[in-house]
């Protein structure tokens, strides 16, 4: 049996999204009247916000302040200009249809769709004001894959035993069916 | 677009900051006290604003994975997928006249290849996408999609769906009921040309057509032609083009004779005038003499009508007989008046579809073998935009008011 | 209102295959015993017959010995040697994935499908022996679309107002599901 | 392969003649008087011989029409794909160890995106591809498809199903008894690895692993490991490649640390070791140092084991951390025993999967992105043959004996 290494919340940039979700879920657990719903969908799926928690708003941003280096090769390499594409900062972590091209918006779902409460979350960089943000993959859900612009990112991607970081499953719980149609990438808060 | 709230959970933004916008203040200096950076966002479903008159549907039938067929809505002026619906298993799509709905036949079982089989008629809101029925139907006829396999009477009343099984007939929907009202056995006779608020004709096998007309009640009364082609000689393609409004019907051969058929009770059809003596060429040979190389319709939506002008748009391509199924690799412009043609469009790549819009500044759309759809100026023939990839299988278009 | 030609069963070899469709319904009606099964499926699938009716015996054969040109495009360019590829004599009207590349054969379906009891007919005529076959193109049903050699071939192939002759209609009657996997070109009669 | 009898109508030819037979005979001169030529013939269905160890099976899963998955029943000595069968939206599949059936777990929607869900687990005669159960499940996992979603015992009597709706769960299916006989919660925990006939392991999040063991009558009892990897530093991978009657499993890092792990009730793990310095290389670098660049397993499949050697086979590429999806350039063959690397196989196309017969003759299975299925010889890495165009979306192979 191998000793294993017991460093988490140490260091790097992998704790610190782990120190935020943990917020994350302190903040549902004391704040949400959907928790009931919620607990529905399991443990792990109630570690996710169903809604933006977190606004970043001007003086907490400021206080902040921080200017860092691309945490991560995609975000070494991402633009902020086109969210048409696969490079765009948010999609760091994004597996699938973007949804800007599906009809719908970076936040928003095509018509006849609907966004799934549940979501993975990915920590990207955005290389205009150097901050790292939490982004929730939202699927958009009920009609078939619209395979416009497809995109793989897998900055900060975990296998499905630990699903919160998971682009492979189907975050269509809720929804009605859970077919995925496309997938939004919205900031719910910043990962300082 | 105008973002809508649609569950309680979801409060689209009054005013949502795009990042763009957001990321301009930021560059620009100091950010003003009260202004937010990368707001936090909420997730919200977009509803369409009211489309113009090259916002269009597209059939994609997915051939090769048919459970899998969809429905784009497409706005042909920016080259942007709108959003899509099912359509699966060869399914059907046909929209009311004046816009108000679309309907999609499709077909499914419960458990995928197995199971209870569902015949479905879907009515969607055209700027939610959401449906506004979703009725079983008794069956429906399953064959590679054919406009004319489903059919809107011109109030948008009737919606007529054609089946084969067991028999030969026509589902008769009542919107407004939401209900199929009436099945109508067409024996030897198969789809559906719409005419008027309350009728509509089928193409028999001897050449005939079967005129089926609705009572108030929804009984129908039907009439039939005396046959007018030799179905084995020279059949008249399912994709002739009509106008739904006047029941117009251009019946194209497959050598290129045209029949000019007002449809009714009392059909009155043209005597026939070829397409390729319209271009100055001979009139084209039939089966009975197959060889024949020369230029002859083809594809699968293979001609359009614009109504304005009396203008037909037709696939043709150069090949013998029998091959009335290959894309066409021009688009001839004829005047259905004059019957003269104005102008071959050649394609960049062969076209199994041709459609149009209406309007003054009318678009006409091919498709080739990689799902492009193409865009072109109905005026000048010259292409406008090519829509990439918009599908796989694009088997036939819908634009307003056709 | 146009004077219509009326001039069927006169000649050409469509008129030639007219001839036949009928003899087989005469002979269908006379005796099967899956009559009433068939009615069913409408008057024009009981047109169709169910399994081979018309063994082609050498005698009978040799009788009409006929030595024809290539009546088609298709047949002018017709091979007998590969029954996997489009260009195979049976498959002048065929239009689908062909069995043979499916896991099936020439006339047989592959695992887990079943075939269709009714079919499209074409007349299909055999460069090697110069003779013309009626081929029943019976569909192999159950399963999705096999998606291996996919073939189109369109002689004599008529719209669905003349659906014994069509290969655009879902060939699947009286199978369970109608989910299409691929075609078979199955040798039924001759055309002479 | 031979006909079988299916059908009352249809009766398999008790002696057919192929048609080049009998043209042959044609051609040799006047037919023999009792000889018929060119002979009309009967609709069958094929029923397979049984397979050598070469017949495998391979997930398409289709990812641009995700309802239309499948998996094929391939021969990968000739190439030819001998049936298929459906494998609904991110469907798994898993073969009985003895081989005498094989397992579809799939989701179908009544109404294709709407309407009730069913959730099912199928059971397939291998050589007629008819099923011989067909029940549905409480749900199961909608994930891209890994083969852990999906698991078998040794003695095949039950099949584990993981779920993650509600709860995250593992459905245990009485072979026998054709039902859900158990559910067990995994808390915290994913994904199945079966080990003897009645246990199974999963992942867990804190680097653990939850080891259920099953009494007689199906009752669980779980046991815990202490941690023994930290996920957010350096997972391994869900398609780590295991051998399923010894419960034998190499959990691969993403930064290429071989965990060799026995499981059972008292999971033994041993002492990683790196794929890299196996190679020669420096190990390499995990989440704290992202960028660096080096040789790095990744893929979707992308790992096989070979029991009768203990060989390793592992899909490599050349990139930074956080590319564990990116296809595979090389194949590395490793030594389990010695720890030492035998071969790099250089891919002539990128590869997302690899795959392994365990006969002597073994073949090693990769694809590439148009849905080919190539076959490498498994002892000198060279080509044998490429199946061109198997599939679409080509995620894993299932061989006999795995």
């Known amino acids: 049996m191998a000793s294993p290494e017991t460093g988490r919340g140490a260091t790097g940039r992998q704790d610190g999204f782990d120190r935020v979700a943990e917020r994350l879920t302190r903040r549902l657990a004391g704040r949400s009247s959907r928790r009931s719903a919620l607990a529905r969908l399991g443990a792990w799926a109630a570690a996710i916000p ?41 999609y760091c972590a994004i597996d699938g249809n973007l949804c800007t091209t599906c009809g719908g918006g970076v936040h928003s779902c095509p018509p006849g769709t609907r966004p799934s409460p549940t979501s993975w979350i990915g920590t990207c960089f955005n290389p ?37 970081a998971n682009n492979d499953i189907i975050w269509c719980f809720g929804t009605g069916s859970l077919l995925y149609n496309c997938s939004t990438a919205v900031i719910v808060g910043t990962a300082e | ?12 933004l009054a005013a949502p900051l795009t990042l763009l916008g957001a990321l301009s203040v930021l560059a620009s200096g100091p950010a003003q006290a009260a202004d937010p950076i990368l707001q936090t966002e909420e997730s919200d479903i977009l509803k369409l604003q009211p489309g113009g008159p090259h916002r269009i549907l597209v059939e994609d039938g ?41 309907y999609v036949a499709e077909t499914t079982w419960e458990r995928g290849n197995r199971g209870k089989r569902h015949d479905m008629l879907v009515a969607y809101d055209p700027l939610t996408l959401e449906p506004t029925m ?17 059919g809107v009477s011109a109030d948008g009343h009737y919606v007529y769906v054609y089946d084969t099984s067991p028999t030969n007939s026509v589902h008769v929907v009542d919107t407004a009921k939401k209900a199929v009202v009436q099945t109508v056995d067409v024996p030897g006779c198969a789809l559906v040309y719409p005419w008027g608020p309350s009728g509509f004709s089928s193409i028999c096998g001897d050449g005939s057509l079967a005129n089926v007309s609705l009572d108030a009640s929804g009984k129908p009364s039907v009439t ?29 051969s497959f050598s290129g004779l045209v029949y000019d058929a007002v449809l009714g009770t009392d059909v009155r059809i043209g005597k026939p005038w070829s397409l390729q003596e319209a271009a100055g060429l001979k009139p084209a040979s039939d089966a009975r003499a197959p060889f024949d190389v020369t230029w002859r319709p083809g594809g699968w939506q293979l001609a359009a009508v614009r109504a304005r002008d009396s203008h037909l748009f037709v696939l043709m391509h150069n090949g013998t007989f029998w091959t009335h199924k290959e894309p066409g690799t021009e688009v001839w412009e004829v005047d259905l008046k004059t019957r003269k ?28 073998e990689a799902g492009d759809l193409i865009v072109l100026d109905g005026t000048t023939g010259k292409t406008v935009r090519p829509i990439r990839k918009l599908g796989e299988s694009l088997i036939f278009t819908v634009a307003p008011g056709e």
């Not at chain 1, 699927?139 to 630990?162: A, F, H, I, K, V």
């Not at chain 2, 677009?1 to 309680?8: F, I, K």
């Not at chain 2, 979703?134 to 489903?150: C, M, Q």
């Not at chain 2, 960049?348 to 041709?354: E, G, I, Y």
């Open chain 2, 341 to 368: 043609l104005v102008r071959r469009i050649r394609l960049a790549a062969p076209s199994t579809l041709v459609g149009i819009t209406q309007d003054a500044a009318s678009r006409v759309f091919v498709t080739d």
């Open chain 2, 134 to 150: 979703d009725i079983d139907l008794p069956s429906r006829a399953l064959v590679t999609p054919k406009k004319a396999d489903l």
């Open chain 1, 128 to 164: 205009q004001d150097r901050r790292s943000y939490l982004i929730a993959y939202r699927d958009c859900c009920g009609q078939d894959s619209c395979n416009e612009e497809n995109c793989l990112g897998t900055d900060g991607d975990l296998p499905t035993y630990r699903p919160q």
């Open chain 1, 50 to 90: 169903a809604f933006p928690l977190l606004p970043v708003w001007r003086g907490e941003a400021r206080a902040a302040a921080p200017v860092t280096p691309a945490p991560s090769p995609f975000a070494a390499k991402a633009q902020v200009k086109d969210d048409t594409k696969c490079d765009y900062w948010r």
């Open chain 2, 224 to 252: 039939h032609s005396a046959p007018f082609f030799v179905p084995d000689r020279d059949p008249v393609f399912e994709h002739s083009p009509k106008i739904a409004a006047s029941g117009h019907v251009w019946f194209v």
């Open chain 2, 62 to 102: 997915v051939y090769r994975h048919s459970k899998d067929g969809r429905v784009y809505v497409v706005d042909t002026d920016s080259g942007k997928l709108l959003g899509m619906v099912q359509a699966a298993y060869n399914a059907n799509v046909a929209a009311d006249p004046a816009g108000r709905t679309f």
């Open chain 2, 1 to 12: 677009m105008a973002a809508e709230r649609r569950r309680g959970m979801i409060r689209a």
